[in-house]
């Protein structure tokens, strides 16, 4: 059974409550609802009513969602769409002056010297900018379908606005891939070059195997936190470890030890697994859209710091929009005959009589790449 929407819970009209209602009785495998819903669909406009119940449904679903590059970007709502918006962020405006002692200042609040006012913390420009990108998709609703099945194949409406949701979900997997890769390879624009390529002992663009992964690794989270950001060395303690997902099972028993301890005397002895320590918290993120956007990336791997309220790679979304959304409109006409509240159908109804669309506004930035490592795993620079 579904939950019914009241006019009182969302302030929805009594032909929009009805509407929801016979929609989810229909669903519910009601015939008489089924036979209802389809007259309705043919002669009045009950798509259009139906707008706030598909709505309330296709947002349910995207909210169950998870798409898996979250597990390495952050959200950051800017105010426009389609144009350039400088990200900004708080820094301590002008040069901070030698402090009593003639130390230098390298972070925290600065000692305030005898009458000199006080340095102010300013909410700046970085000359970074961020976009958003309008992504829209029309959708065919077989209505006729529904109709000549007498509504009894009312589940394609719901069907159709879960593909909504998926692909609105896929758009944010897009929008984080093109972050990481081109479709030539690794994306060194946005990640950077000079102090991100990893480095393993004499090694460069070293391979993730199960002999040299722990290692590797571990070099590689060093490297990232020799960074620095605003004059002082970053200290990354949480990373994700994005790769294909064929290479995660590999990874993730590399990154499990195996001690043995003999203890003397006894004919047999203690086996203790342990977890290896490489000195920061990793997630291990098994991401198929690297294949999906190079083909060549079999090998490829992104260690990248995900702890803190830094920002470093981001979804970018407009404010008020922050959501996907979908909206059905007519493209027939209506008449009301004698004056009534009802409007009816004036033409043949069709496919066409309706018109569907989801809107989501999003694409992916960077805000900072310091401490981001990659390597595309030729063991060769």
Same mark, same amino acid.
């Given at each position: 059974?579904?939950?019914?929407?009241? /006019?009182?819970?969302?302030?929805?009209?009594?032909?929009?409550?009805? =509407?929801? &209602?016979?929609?989810?009785? *229909?669903?519910?495998?009601?015939?008489?609802?089924?036979?209802?819903?389809?007259?309705?669909?043919?002669?009045?406009?009950?798509?259009?009513?139906?707008? /706030?119940?598909?709505? @309330?449904?296709?947002?349910?679903?995207?909210?169950?969602? %998870?798409?898996?590059?979250?597990?390495?970007?952050?959200?950051?709502? !800017?105010?426009?769409?389609?144009?350039?918006?400088?990200?900004?962020?708080?820094? !301590?405006?002008?040069? +901070?002056?030698?402090?009593?002692?003639?130390?230098?200042?390298?972070?925290?609040? /600065?000692?305030?010297?005898?009458?000199?006012?006080?340095?102010?913390?300013?909410?700046?420009?970085?000359?970074?900018?961020?976009?958003? $990108?309008?992504? &829209?998709?029309?959708?065919?609703?077989?209505?006729?379908?529904?109709?000549?099945?007498?509504?009894?194949?009312?589940?394609?409406?719901?069907?159709?606005?879960?593909?909504?949701?998926?692909? %609105?979900?896929? #758009?944010?997997?897009?929008? *984080?891939?093109?972050?990481?890769?081109?479709? #030539?390879?690794?994306?060194?624009?946005?990640?950077?070059?000079?102090?991100?390529? %990893?480095?393993?002992?004499?090694?460069?663009?070293?391979?993730?195997?199960?002999?040299? =992964?722990?290692? @590797?690794? @571990?070099? @590689?989270?060093?490297?990232?936190?020799?960074?620095?950001?605003?004059?002082?060395?970053?200290?990354?303690?949480?990373? %994700?470890?994005?790769?294909? /997902?064929?290479?995660?099972?590999?990874?993730?028993? *590399?990154?499990?030890?195996? $001690?043995?301890?003999?203890?003397?005397?006894? #004919?047999?002895?203690?086996?203790?697994?342990?977890?290896?320590?490489?000195?920061?918290?990793?997630?291990?993120?098994?991401? #198929?859209?690297?294949?999906? =956007?190079?083909?060549?990336?079999?090998?490829?791997?992104?260690?990248?710091? !995900?702890?803190?309220?830094?920002?470093?790679?981001?979804?970018?979304?407009?404010?008020?929009?922050?959501?996907?959304?979908?909206?059905?409109?007519?493209?027939?006409?209506? !008449?009301?005959?004698?004056?009534?509240?009802?409007?009816?159908?004036?033409?043949?109804?069709?496919?066409?009589?309706? &018109?569907?669309?989801?809107?989501?506004?999003?694409?992916?930035?960077?805000?900072?790449?310091?401490?981001? +490592?990659?390597?595309?795993?030729?063991? *060769?620079?």
């Amino acid at each position: 059974m579904f939950d019914i929407i009241t /006019p009182e819970e969302q302030t929805l009209t009594k032909r929009q409550c009805e =509407a929801g &209602e016979l929609y989810y009785d *229909a669903l519910d495998g009601n015939r008489r609802a089924q036979r209802q819903f389809a007259e309705a669909l043919a002669y009045s406009d009950l798509p259009i009513q139906l707008q /706030p119940t598909l709505e @309330a449904d296709f947002l349910a679903d995207w909210e169950k969602r %998870a798409p898996v590059s979250h597990r390495f970007t952050k959200t950051q709502i !800017i105010d426009r769409v389609n144009q350039n918006v400088e990200y900004w962020d708080f820094r !301590i405006a002008g040069e +901070i002056p030698d402090e009593n002692n003639g130390e230098r200042f390298i972070g925290g609040l /600065p000692k305030k010297l005898p009458e000199q006012p006080a340095p102010k913390l300013s909410f700046a420009g970085s000359n970074k900018f961020l976009r958003t $990108s309008v992504r &829209e998709l029309g959708l065919d609703i077989q209505w006729e379908t529904i109709y000549n099945s007498r509504g009894a194949r009312v589940d394609l409406i719901k069907e159709a606005f879960e593909e909504f949701a998926s692909r %609105a979900e896929d #758009s944010d997997e897009v929008a *984080a891939v093109k972050l990481l890769l081109t479709s #030539s390879g690794i994306n060194t624009g946005v990640l950077g070059t000079t102090g991100h390529v %990893a480095v393993s002992g004499a090694t460069t663009n070293p391979a993730l195997t199960p002999t040299t =992964a722990v290692q @590797a690794l @571990a070099d @590689a989270i060093a490297q990232a936190n020799t960074h620095v950001v605003n004059g002082k060395q970053v200290n990354f303690t949480k990373f %994700a470890l994005v790769v294909n /997902p064929a290479l995660v099972p590999m990874i993730k028993q *590399a990154l499990t030890g195996m $001690s043995l301890t003999y203890v003397p005397g006894s #004919s047999g002895g203690v086996q203790l697994q342990q977890q290896v320590d490489l000195g920061a918290d990793l997630d291990v993120v098994g991401f #198929s859209w690297l294949k999906t =956007a190079f083909s060549g990336s079999d090998k490829y791997w992104f260690l990248i710091p !995900i702890d803190g309220r830094r920002k470093g790679l981001v979804r970018v979304k407009a404010a008020g929009e922050e959501d996907p959304s979908f909206w059905i409109k007519s493209t027939g006409g209506f !008449i009301y005959p004698n004056g009534g509240d009802i409007p009816v159908l004036d033409g043949q109804f069709t496919n066409e009589t309706y &018109e569907a669309k989801t809107r989501y506004v999003v694409d992916g930035g960077v805000v900072d790449n310091a401490g981001i +490592i990659y390597s595309n795993g030729t063991n *060769a620079a």
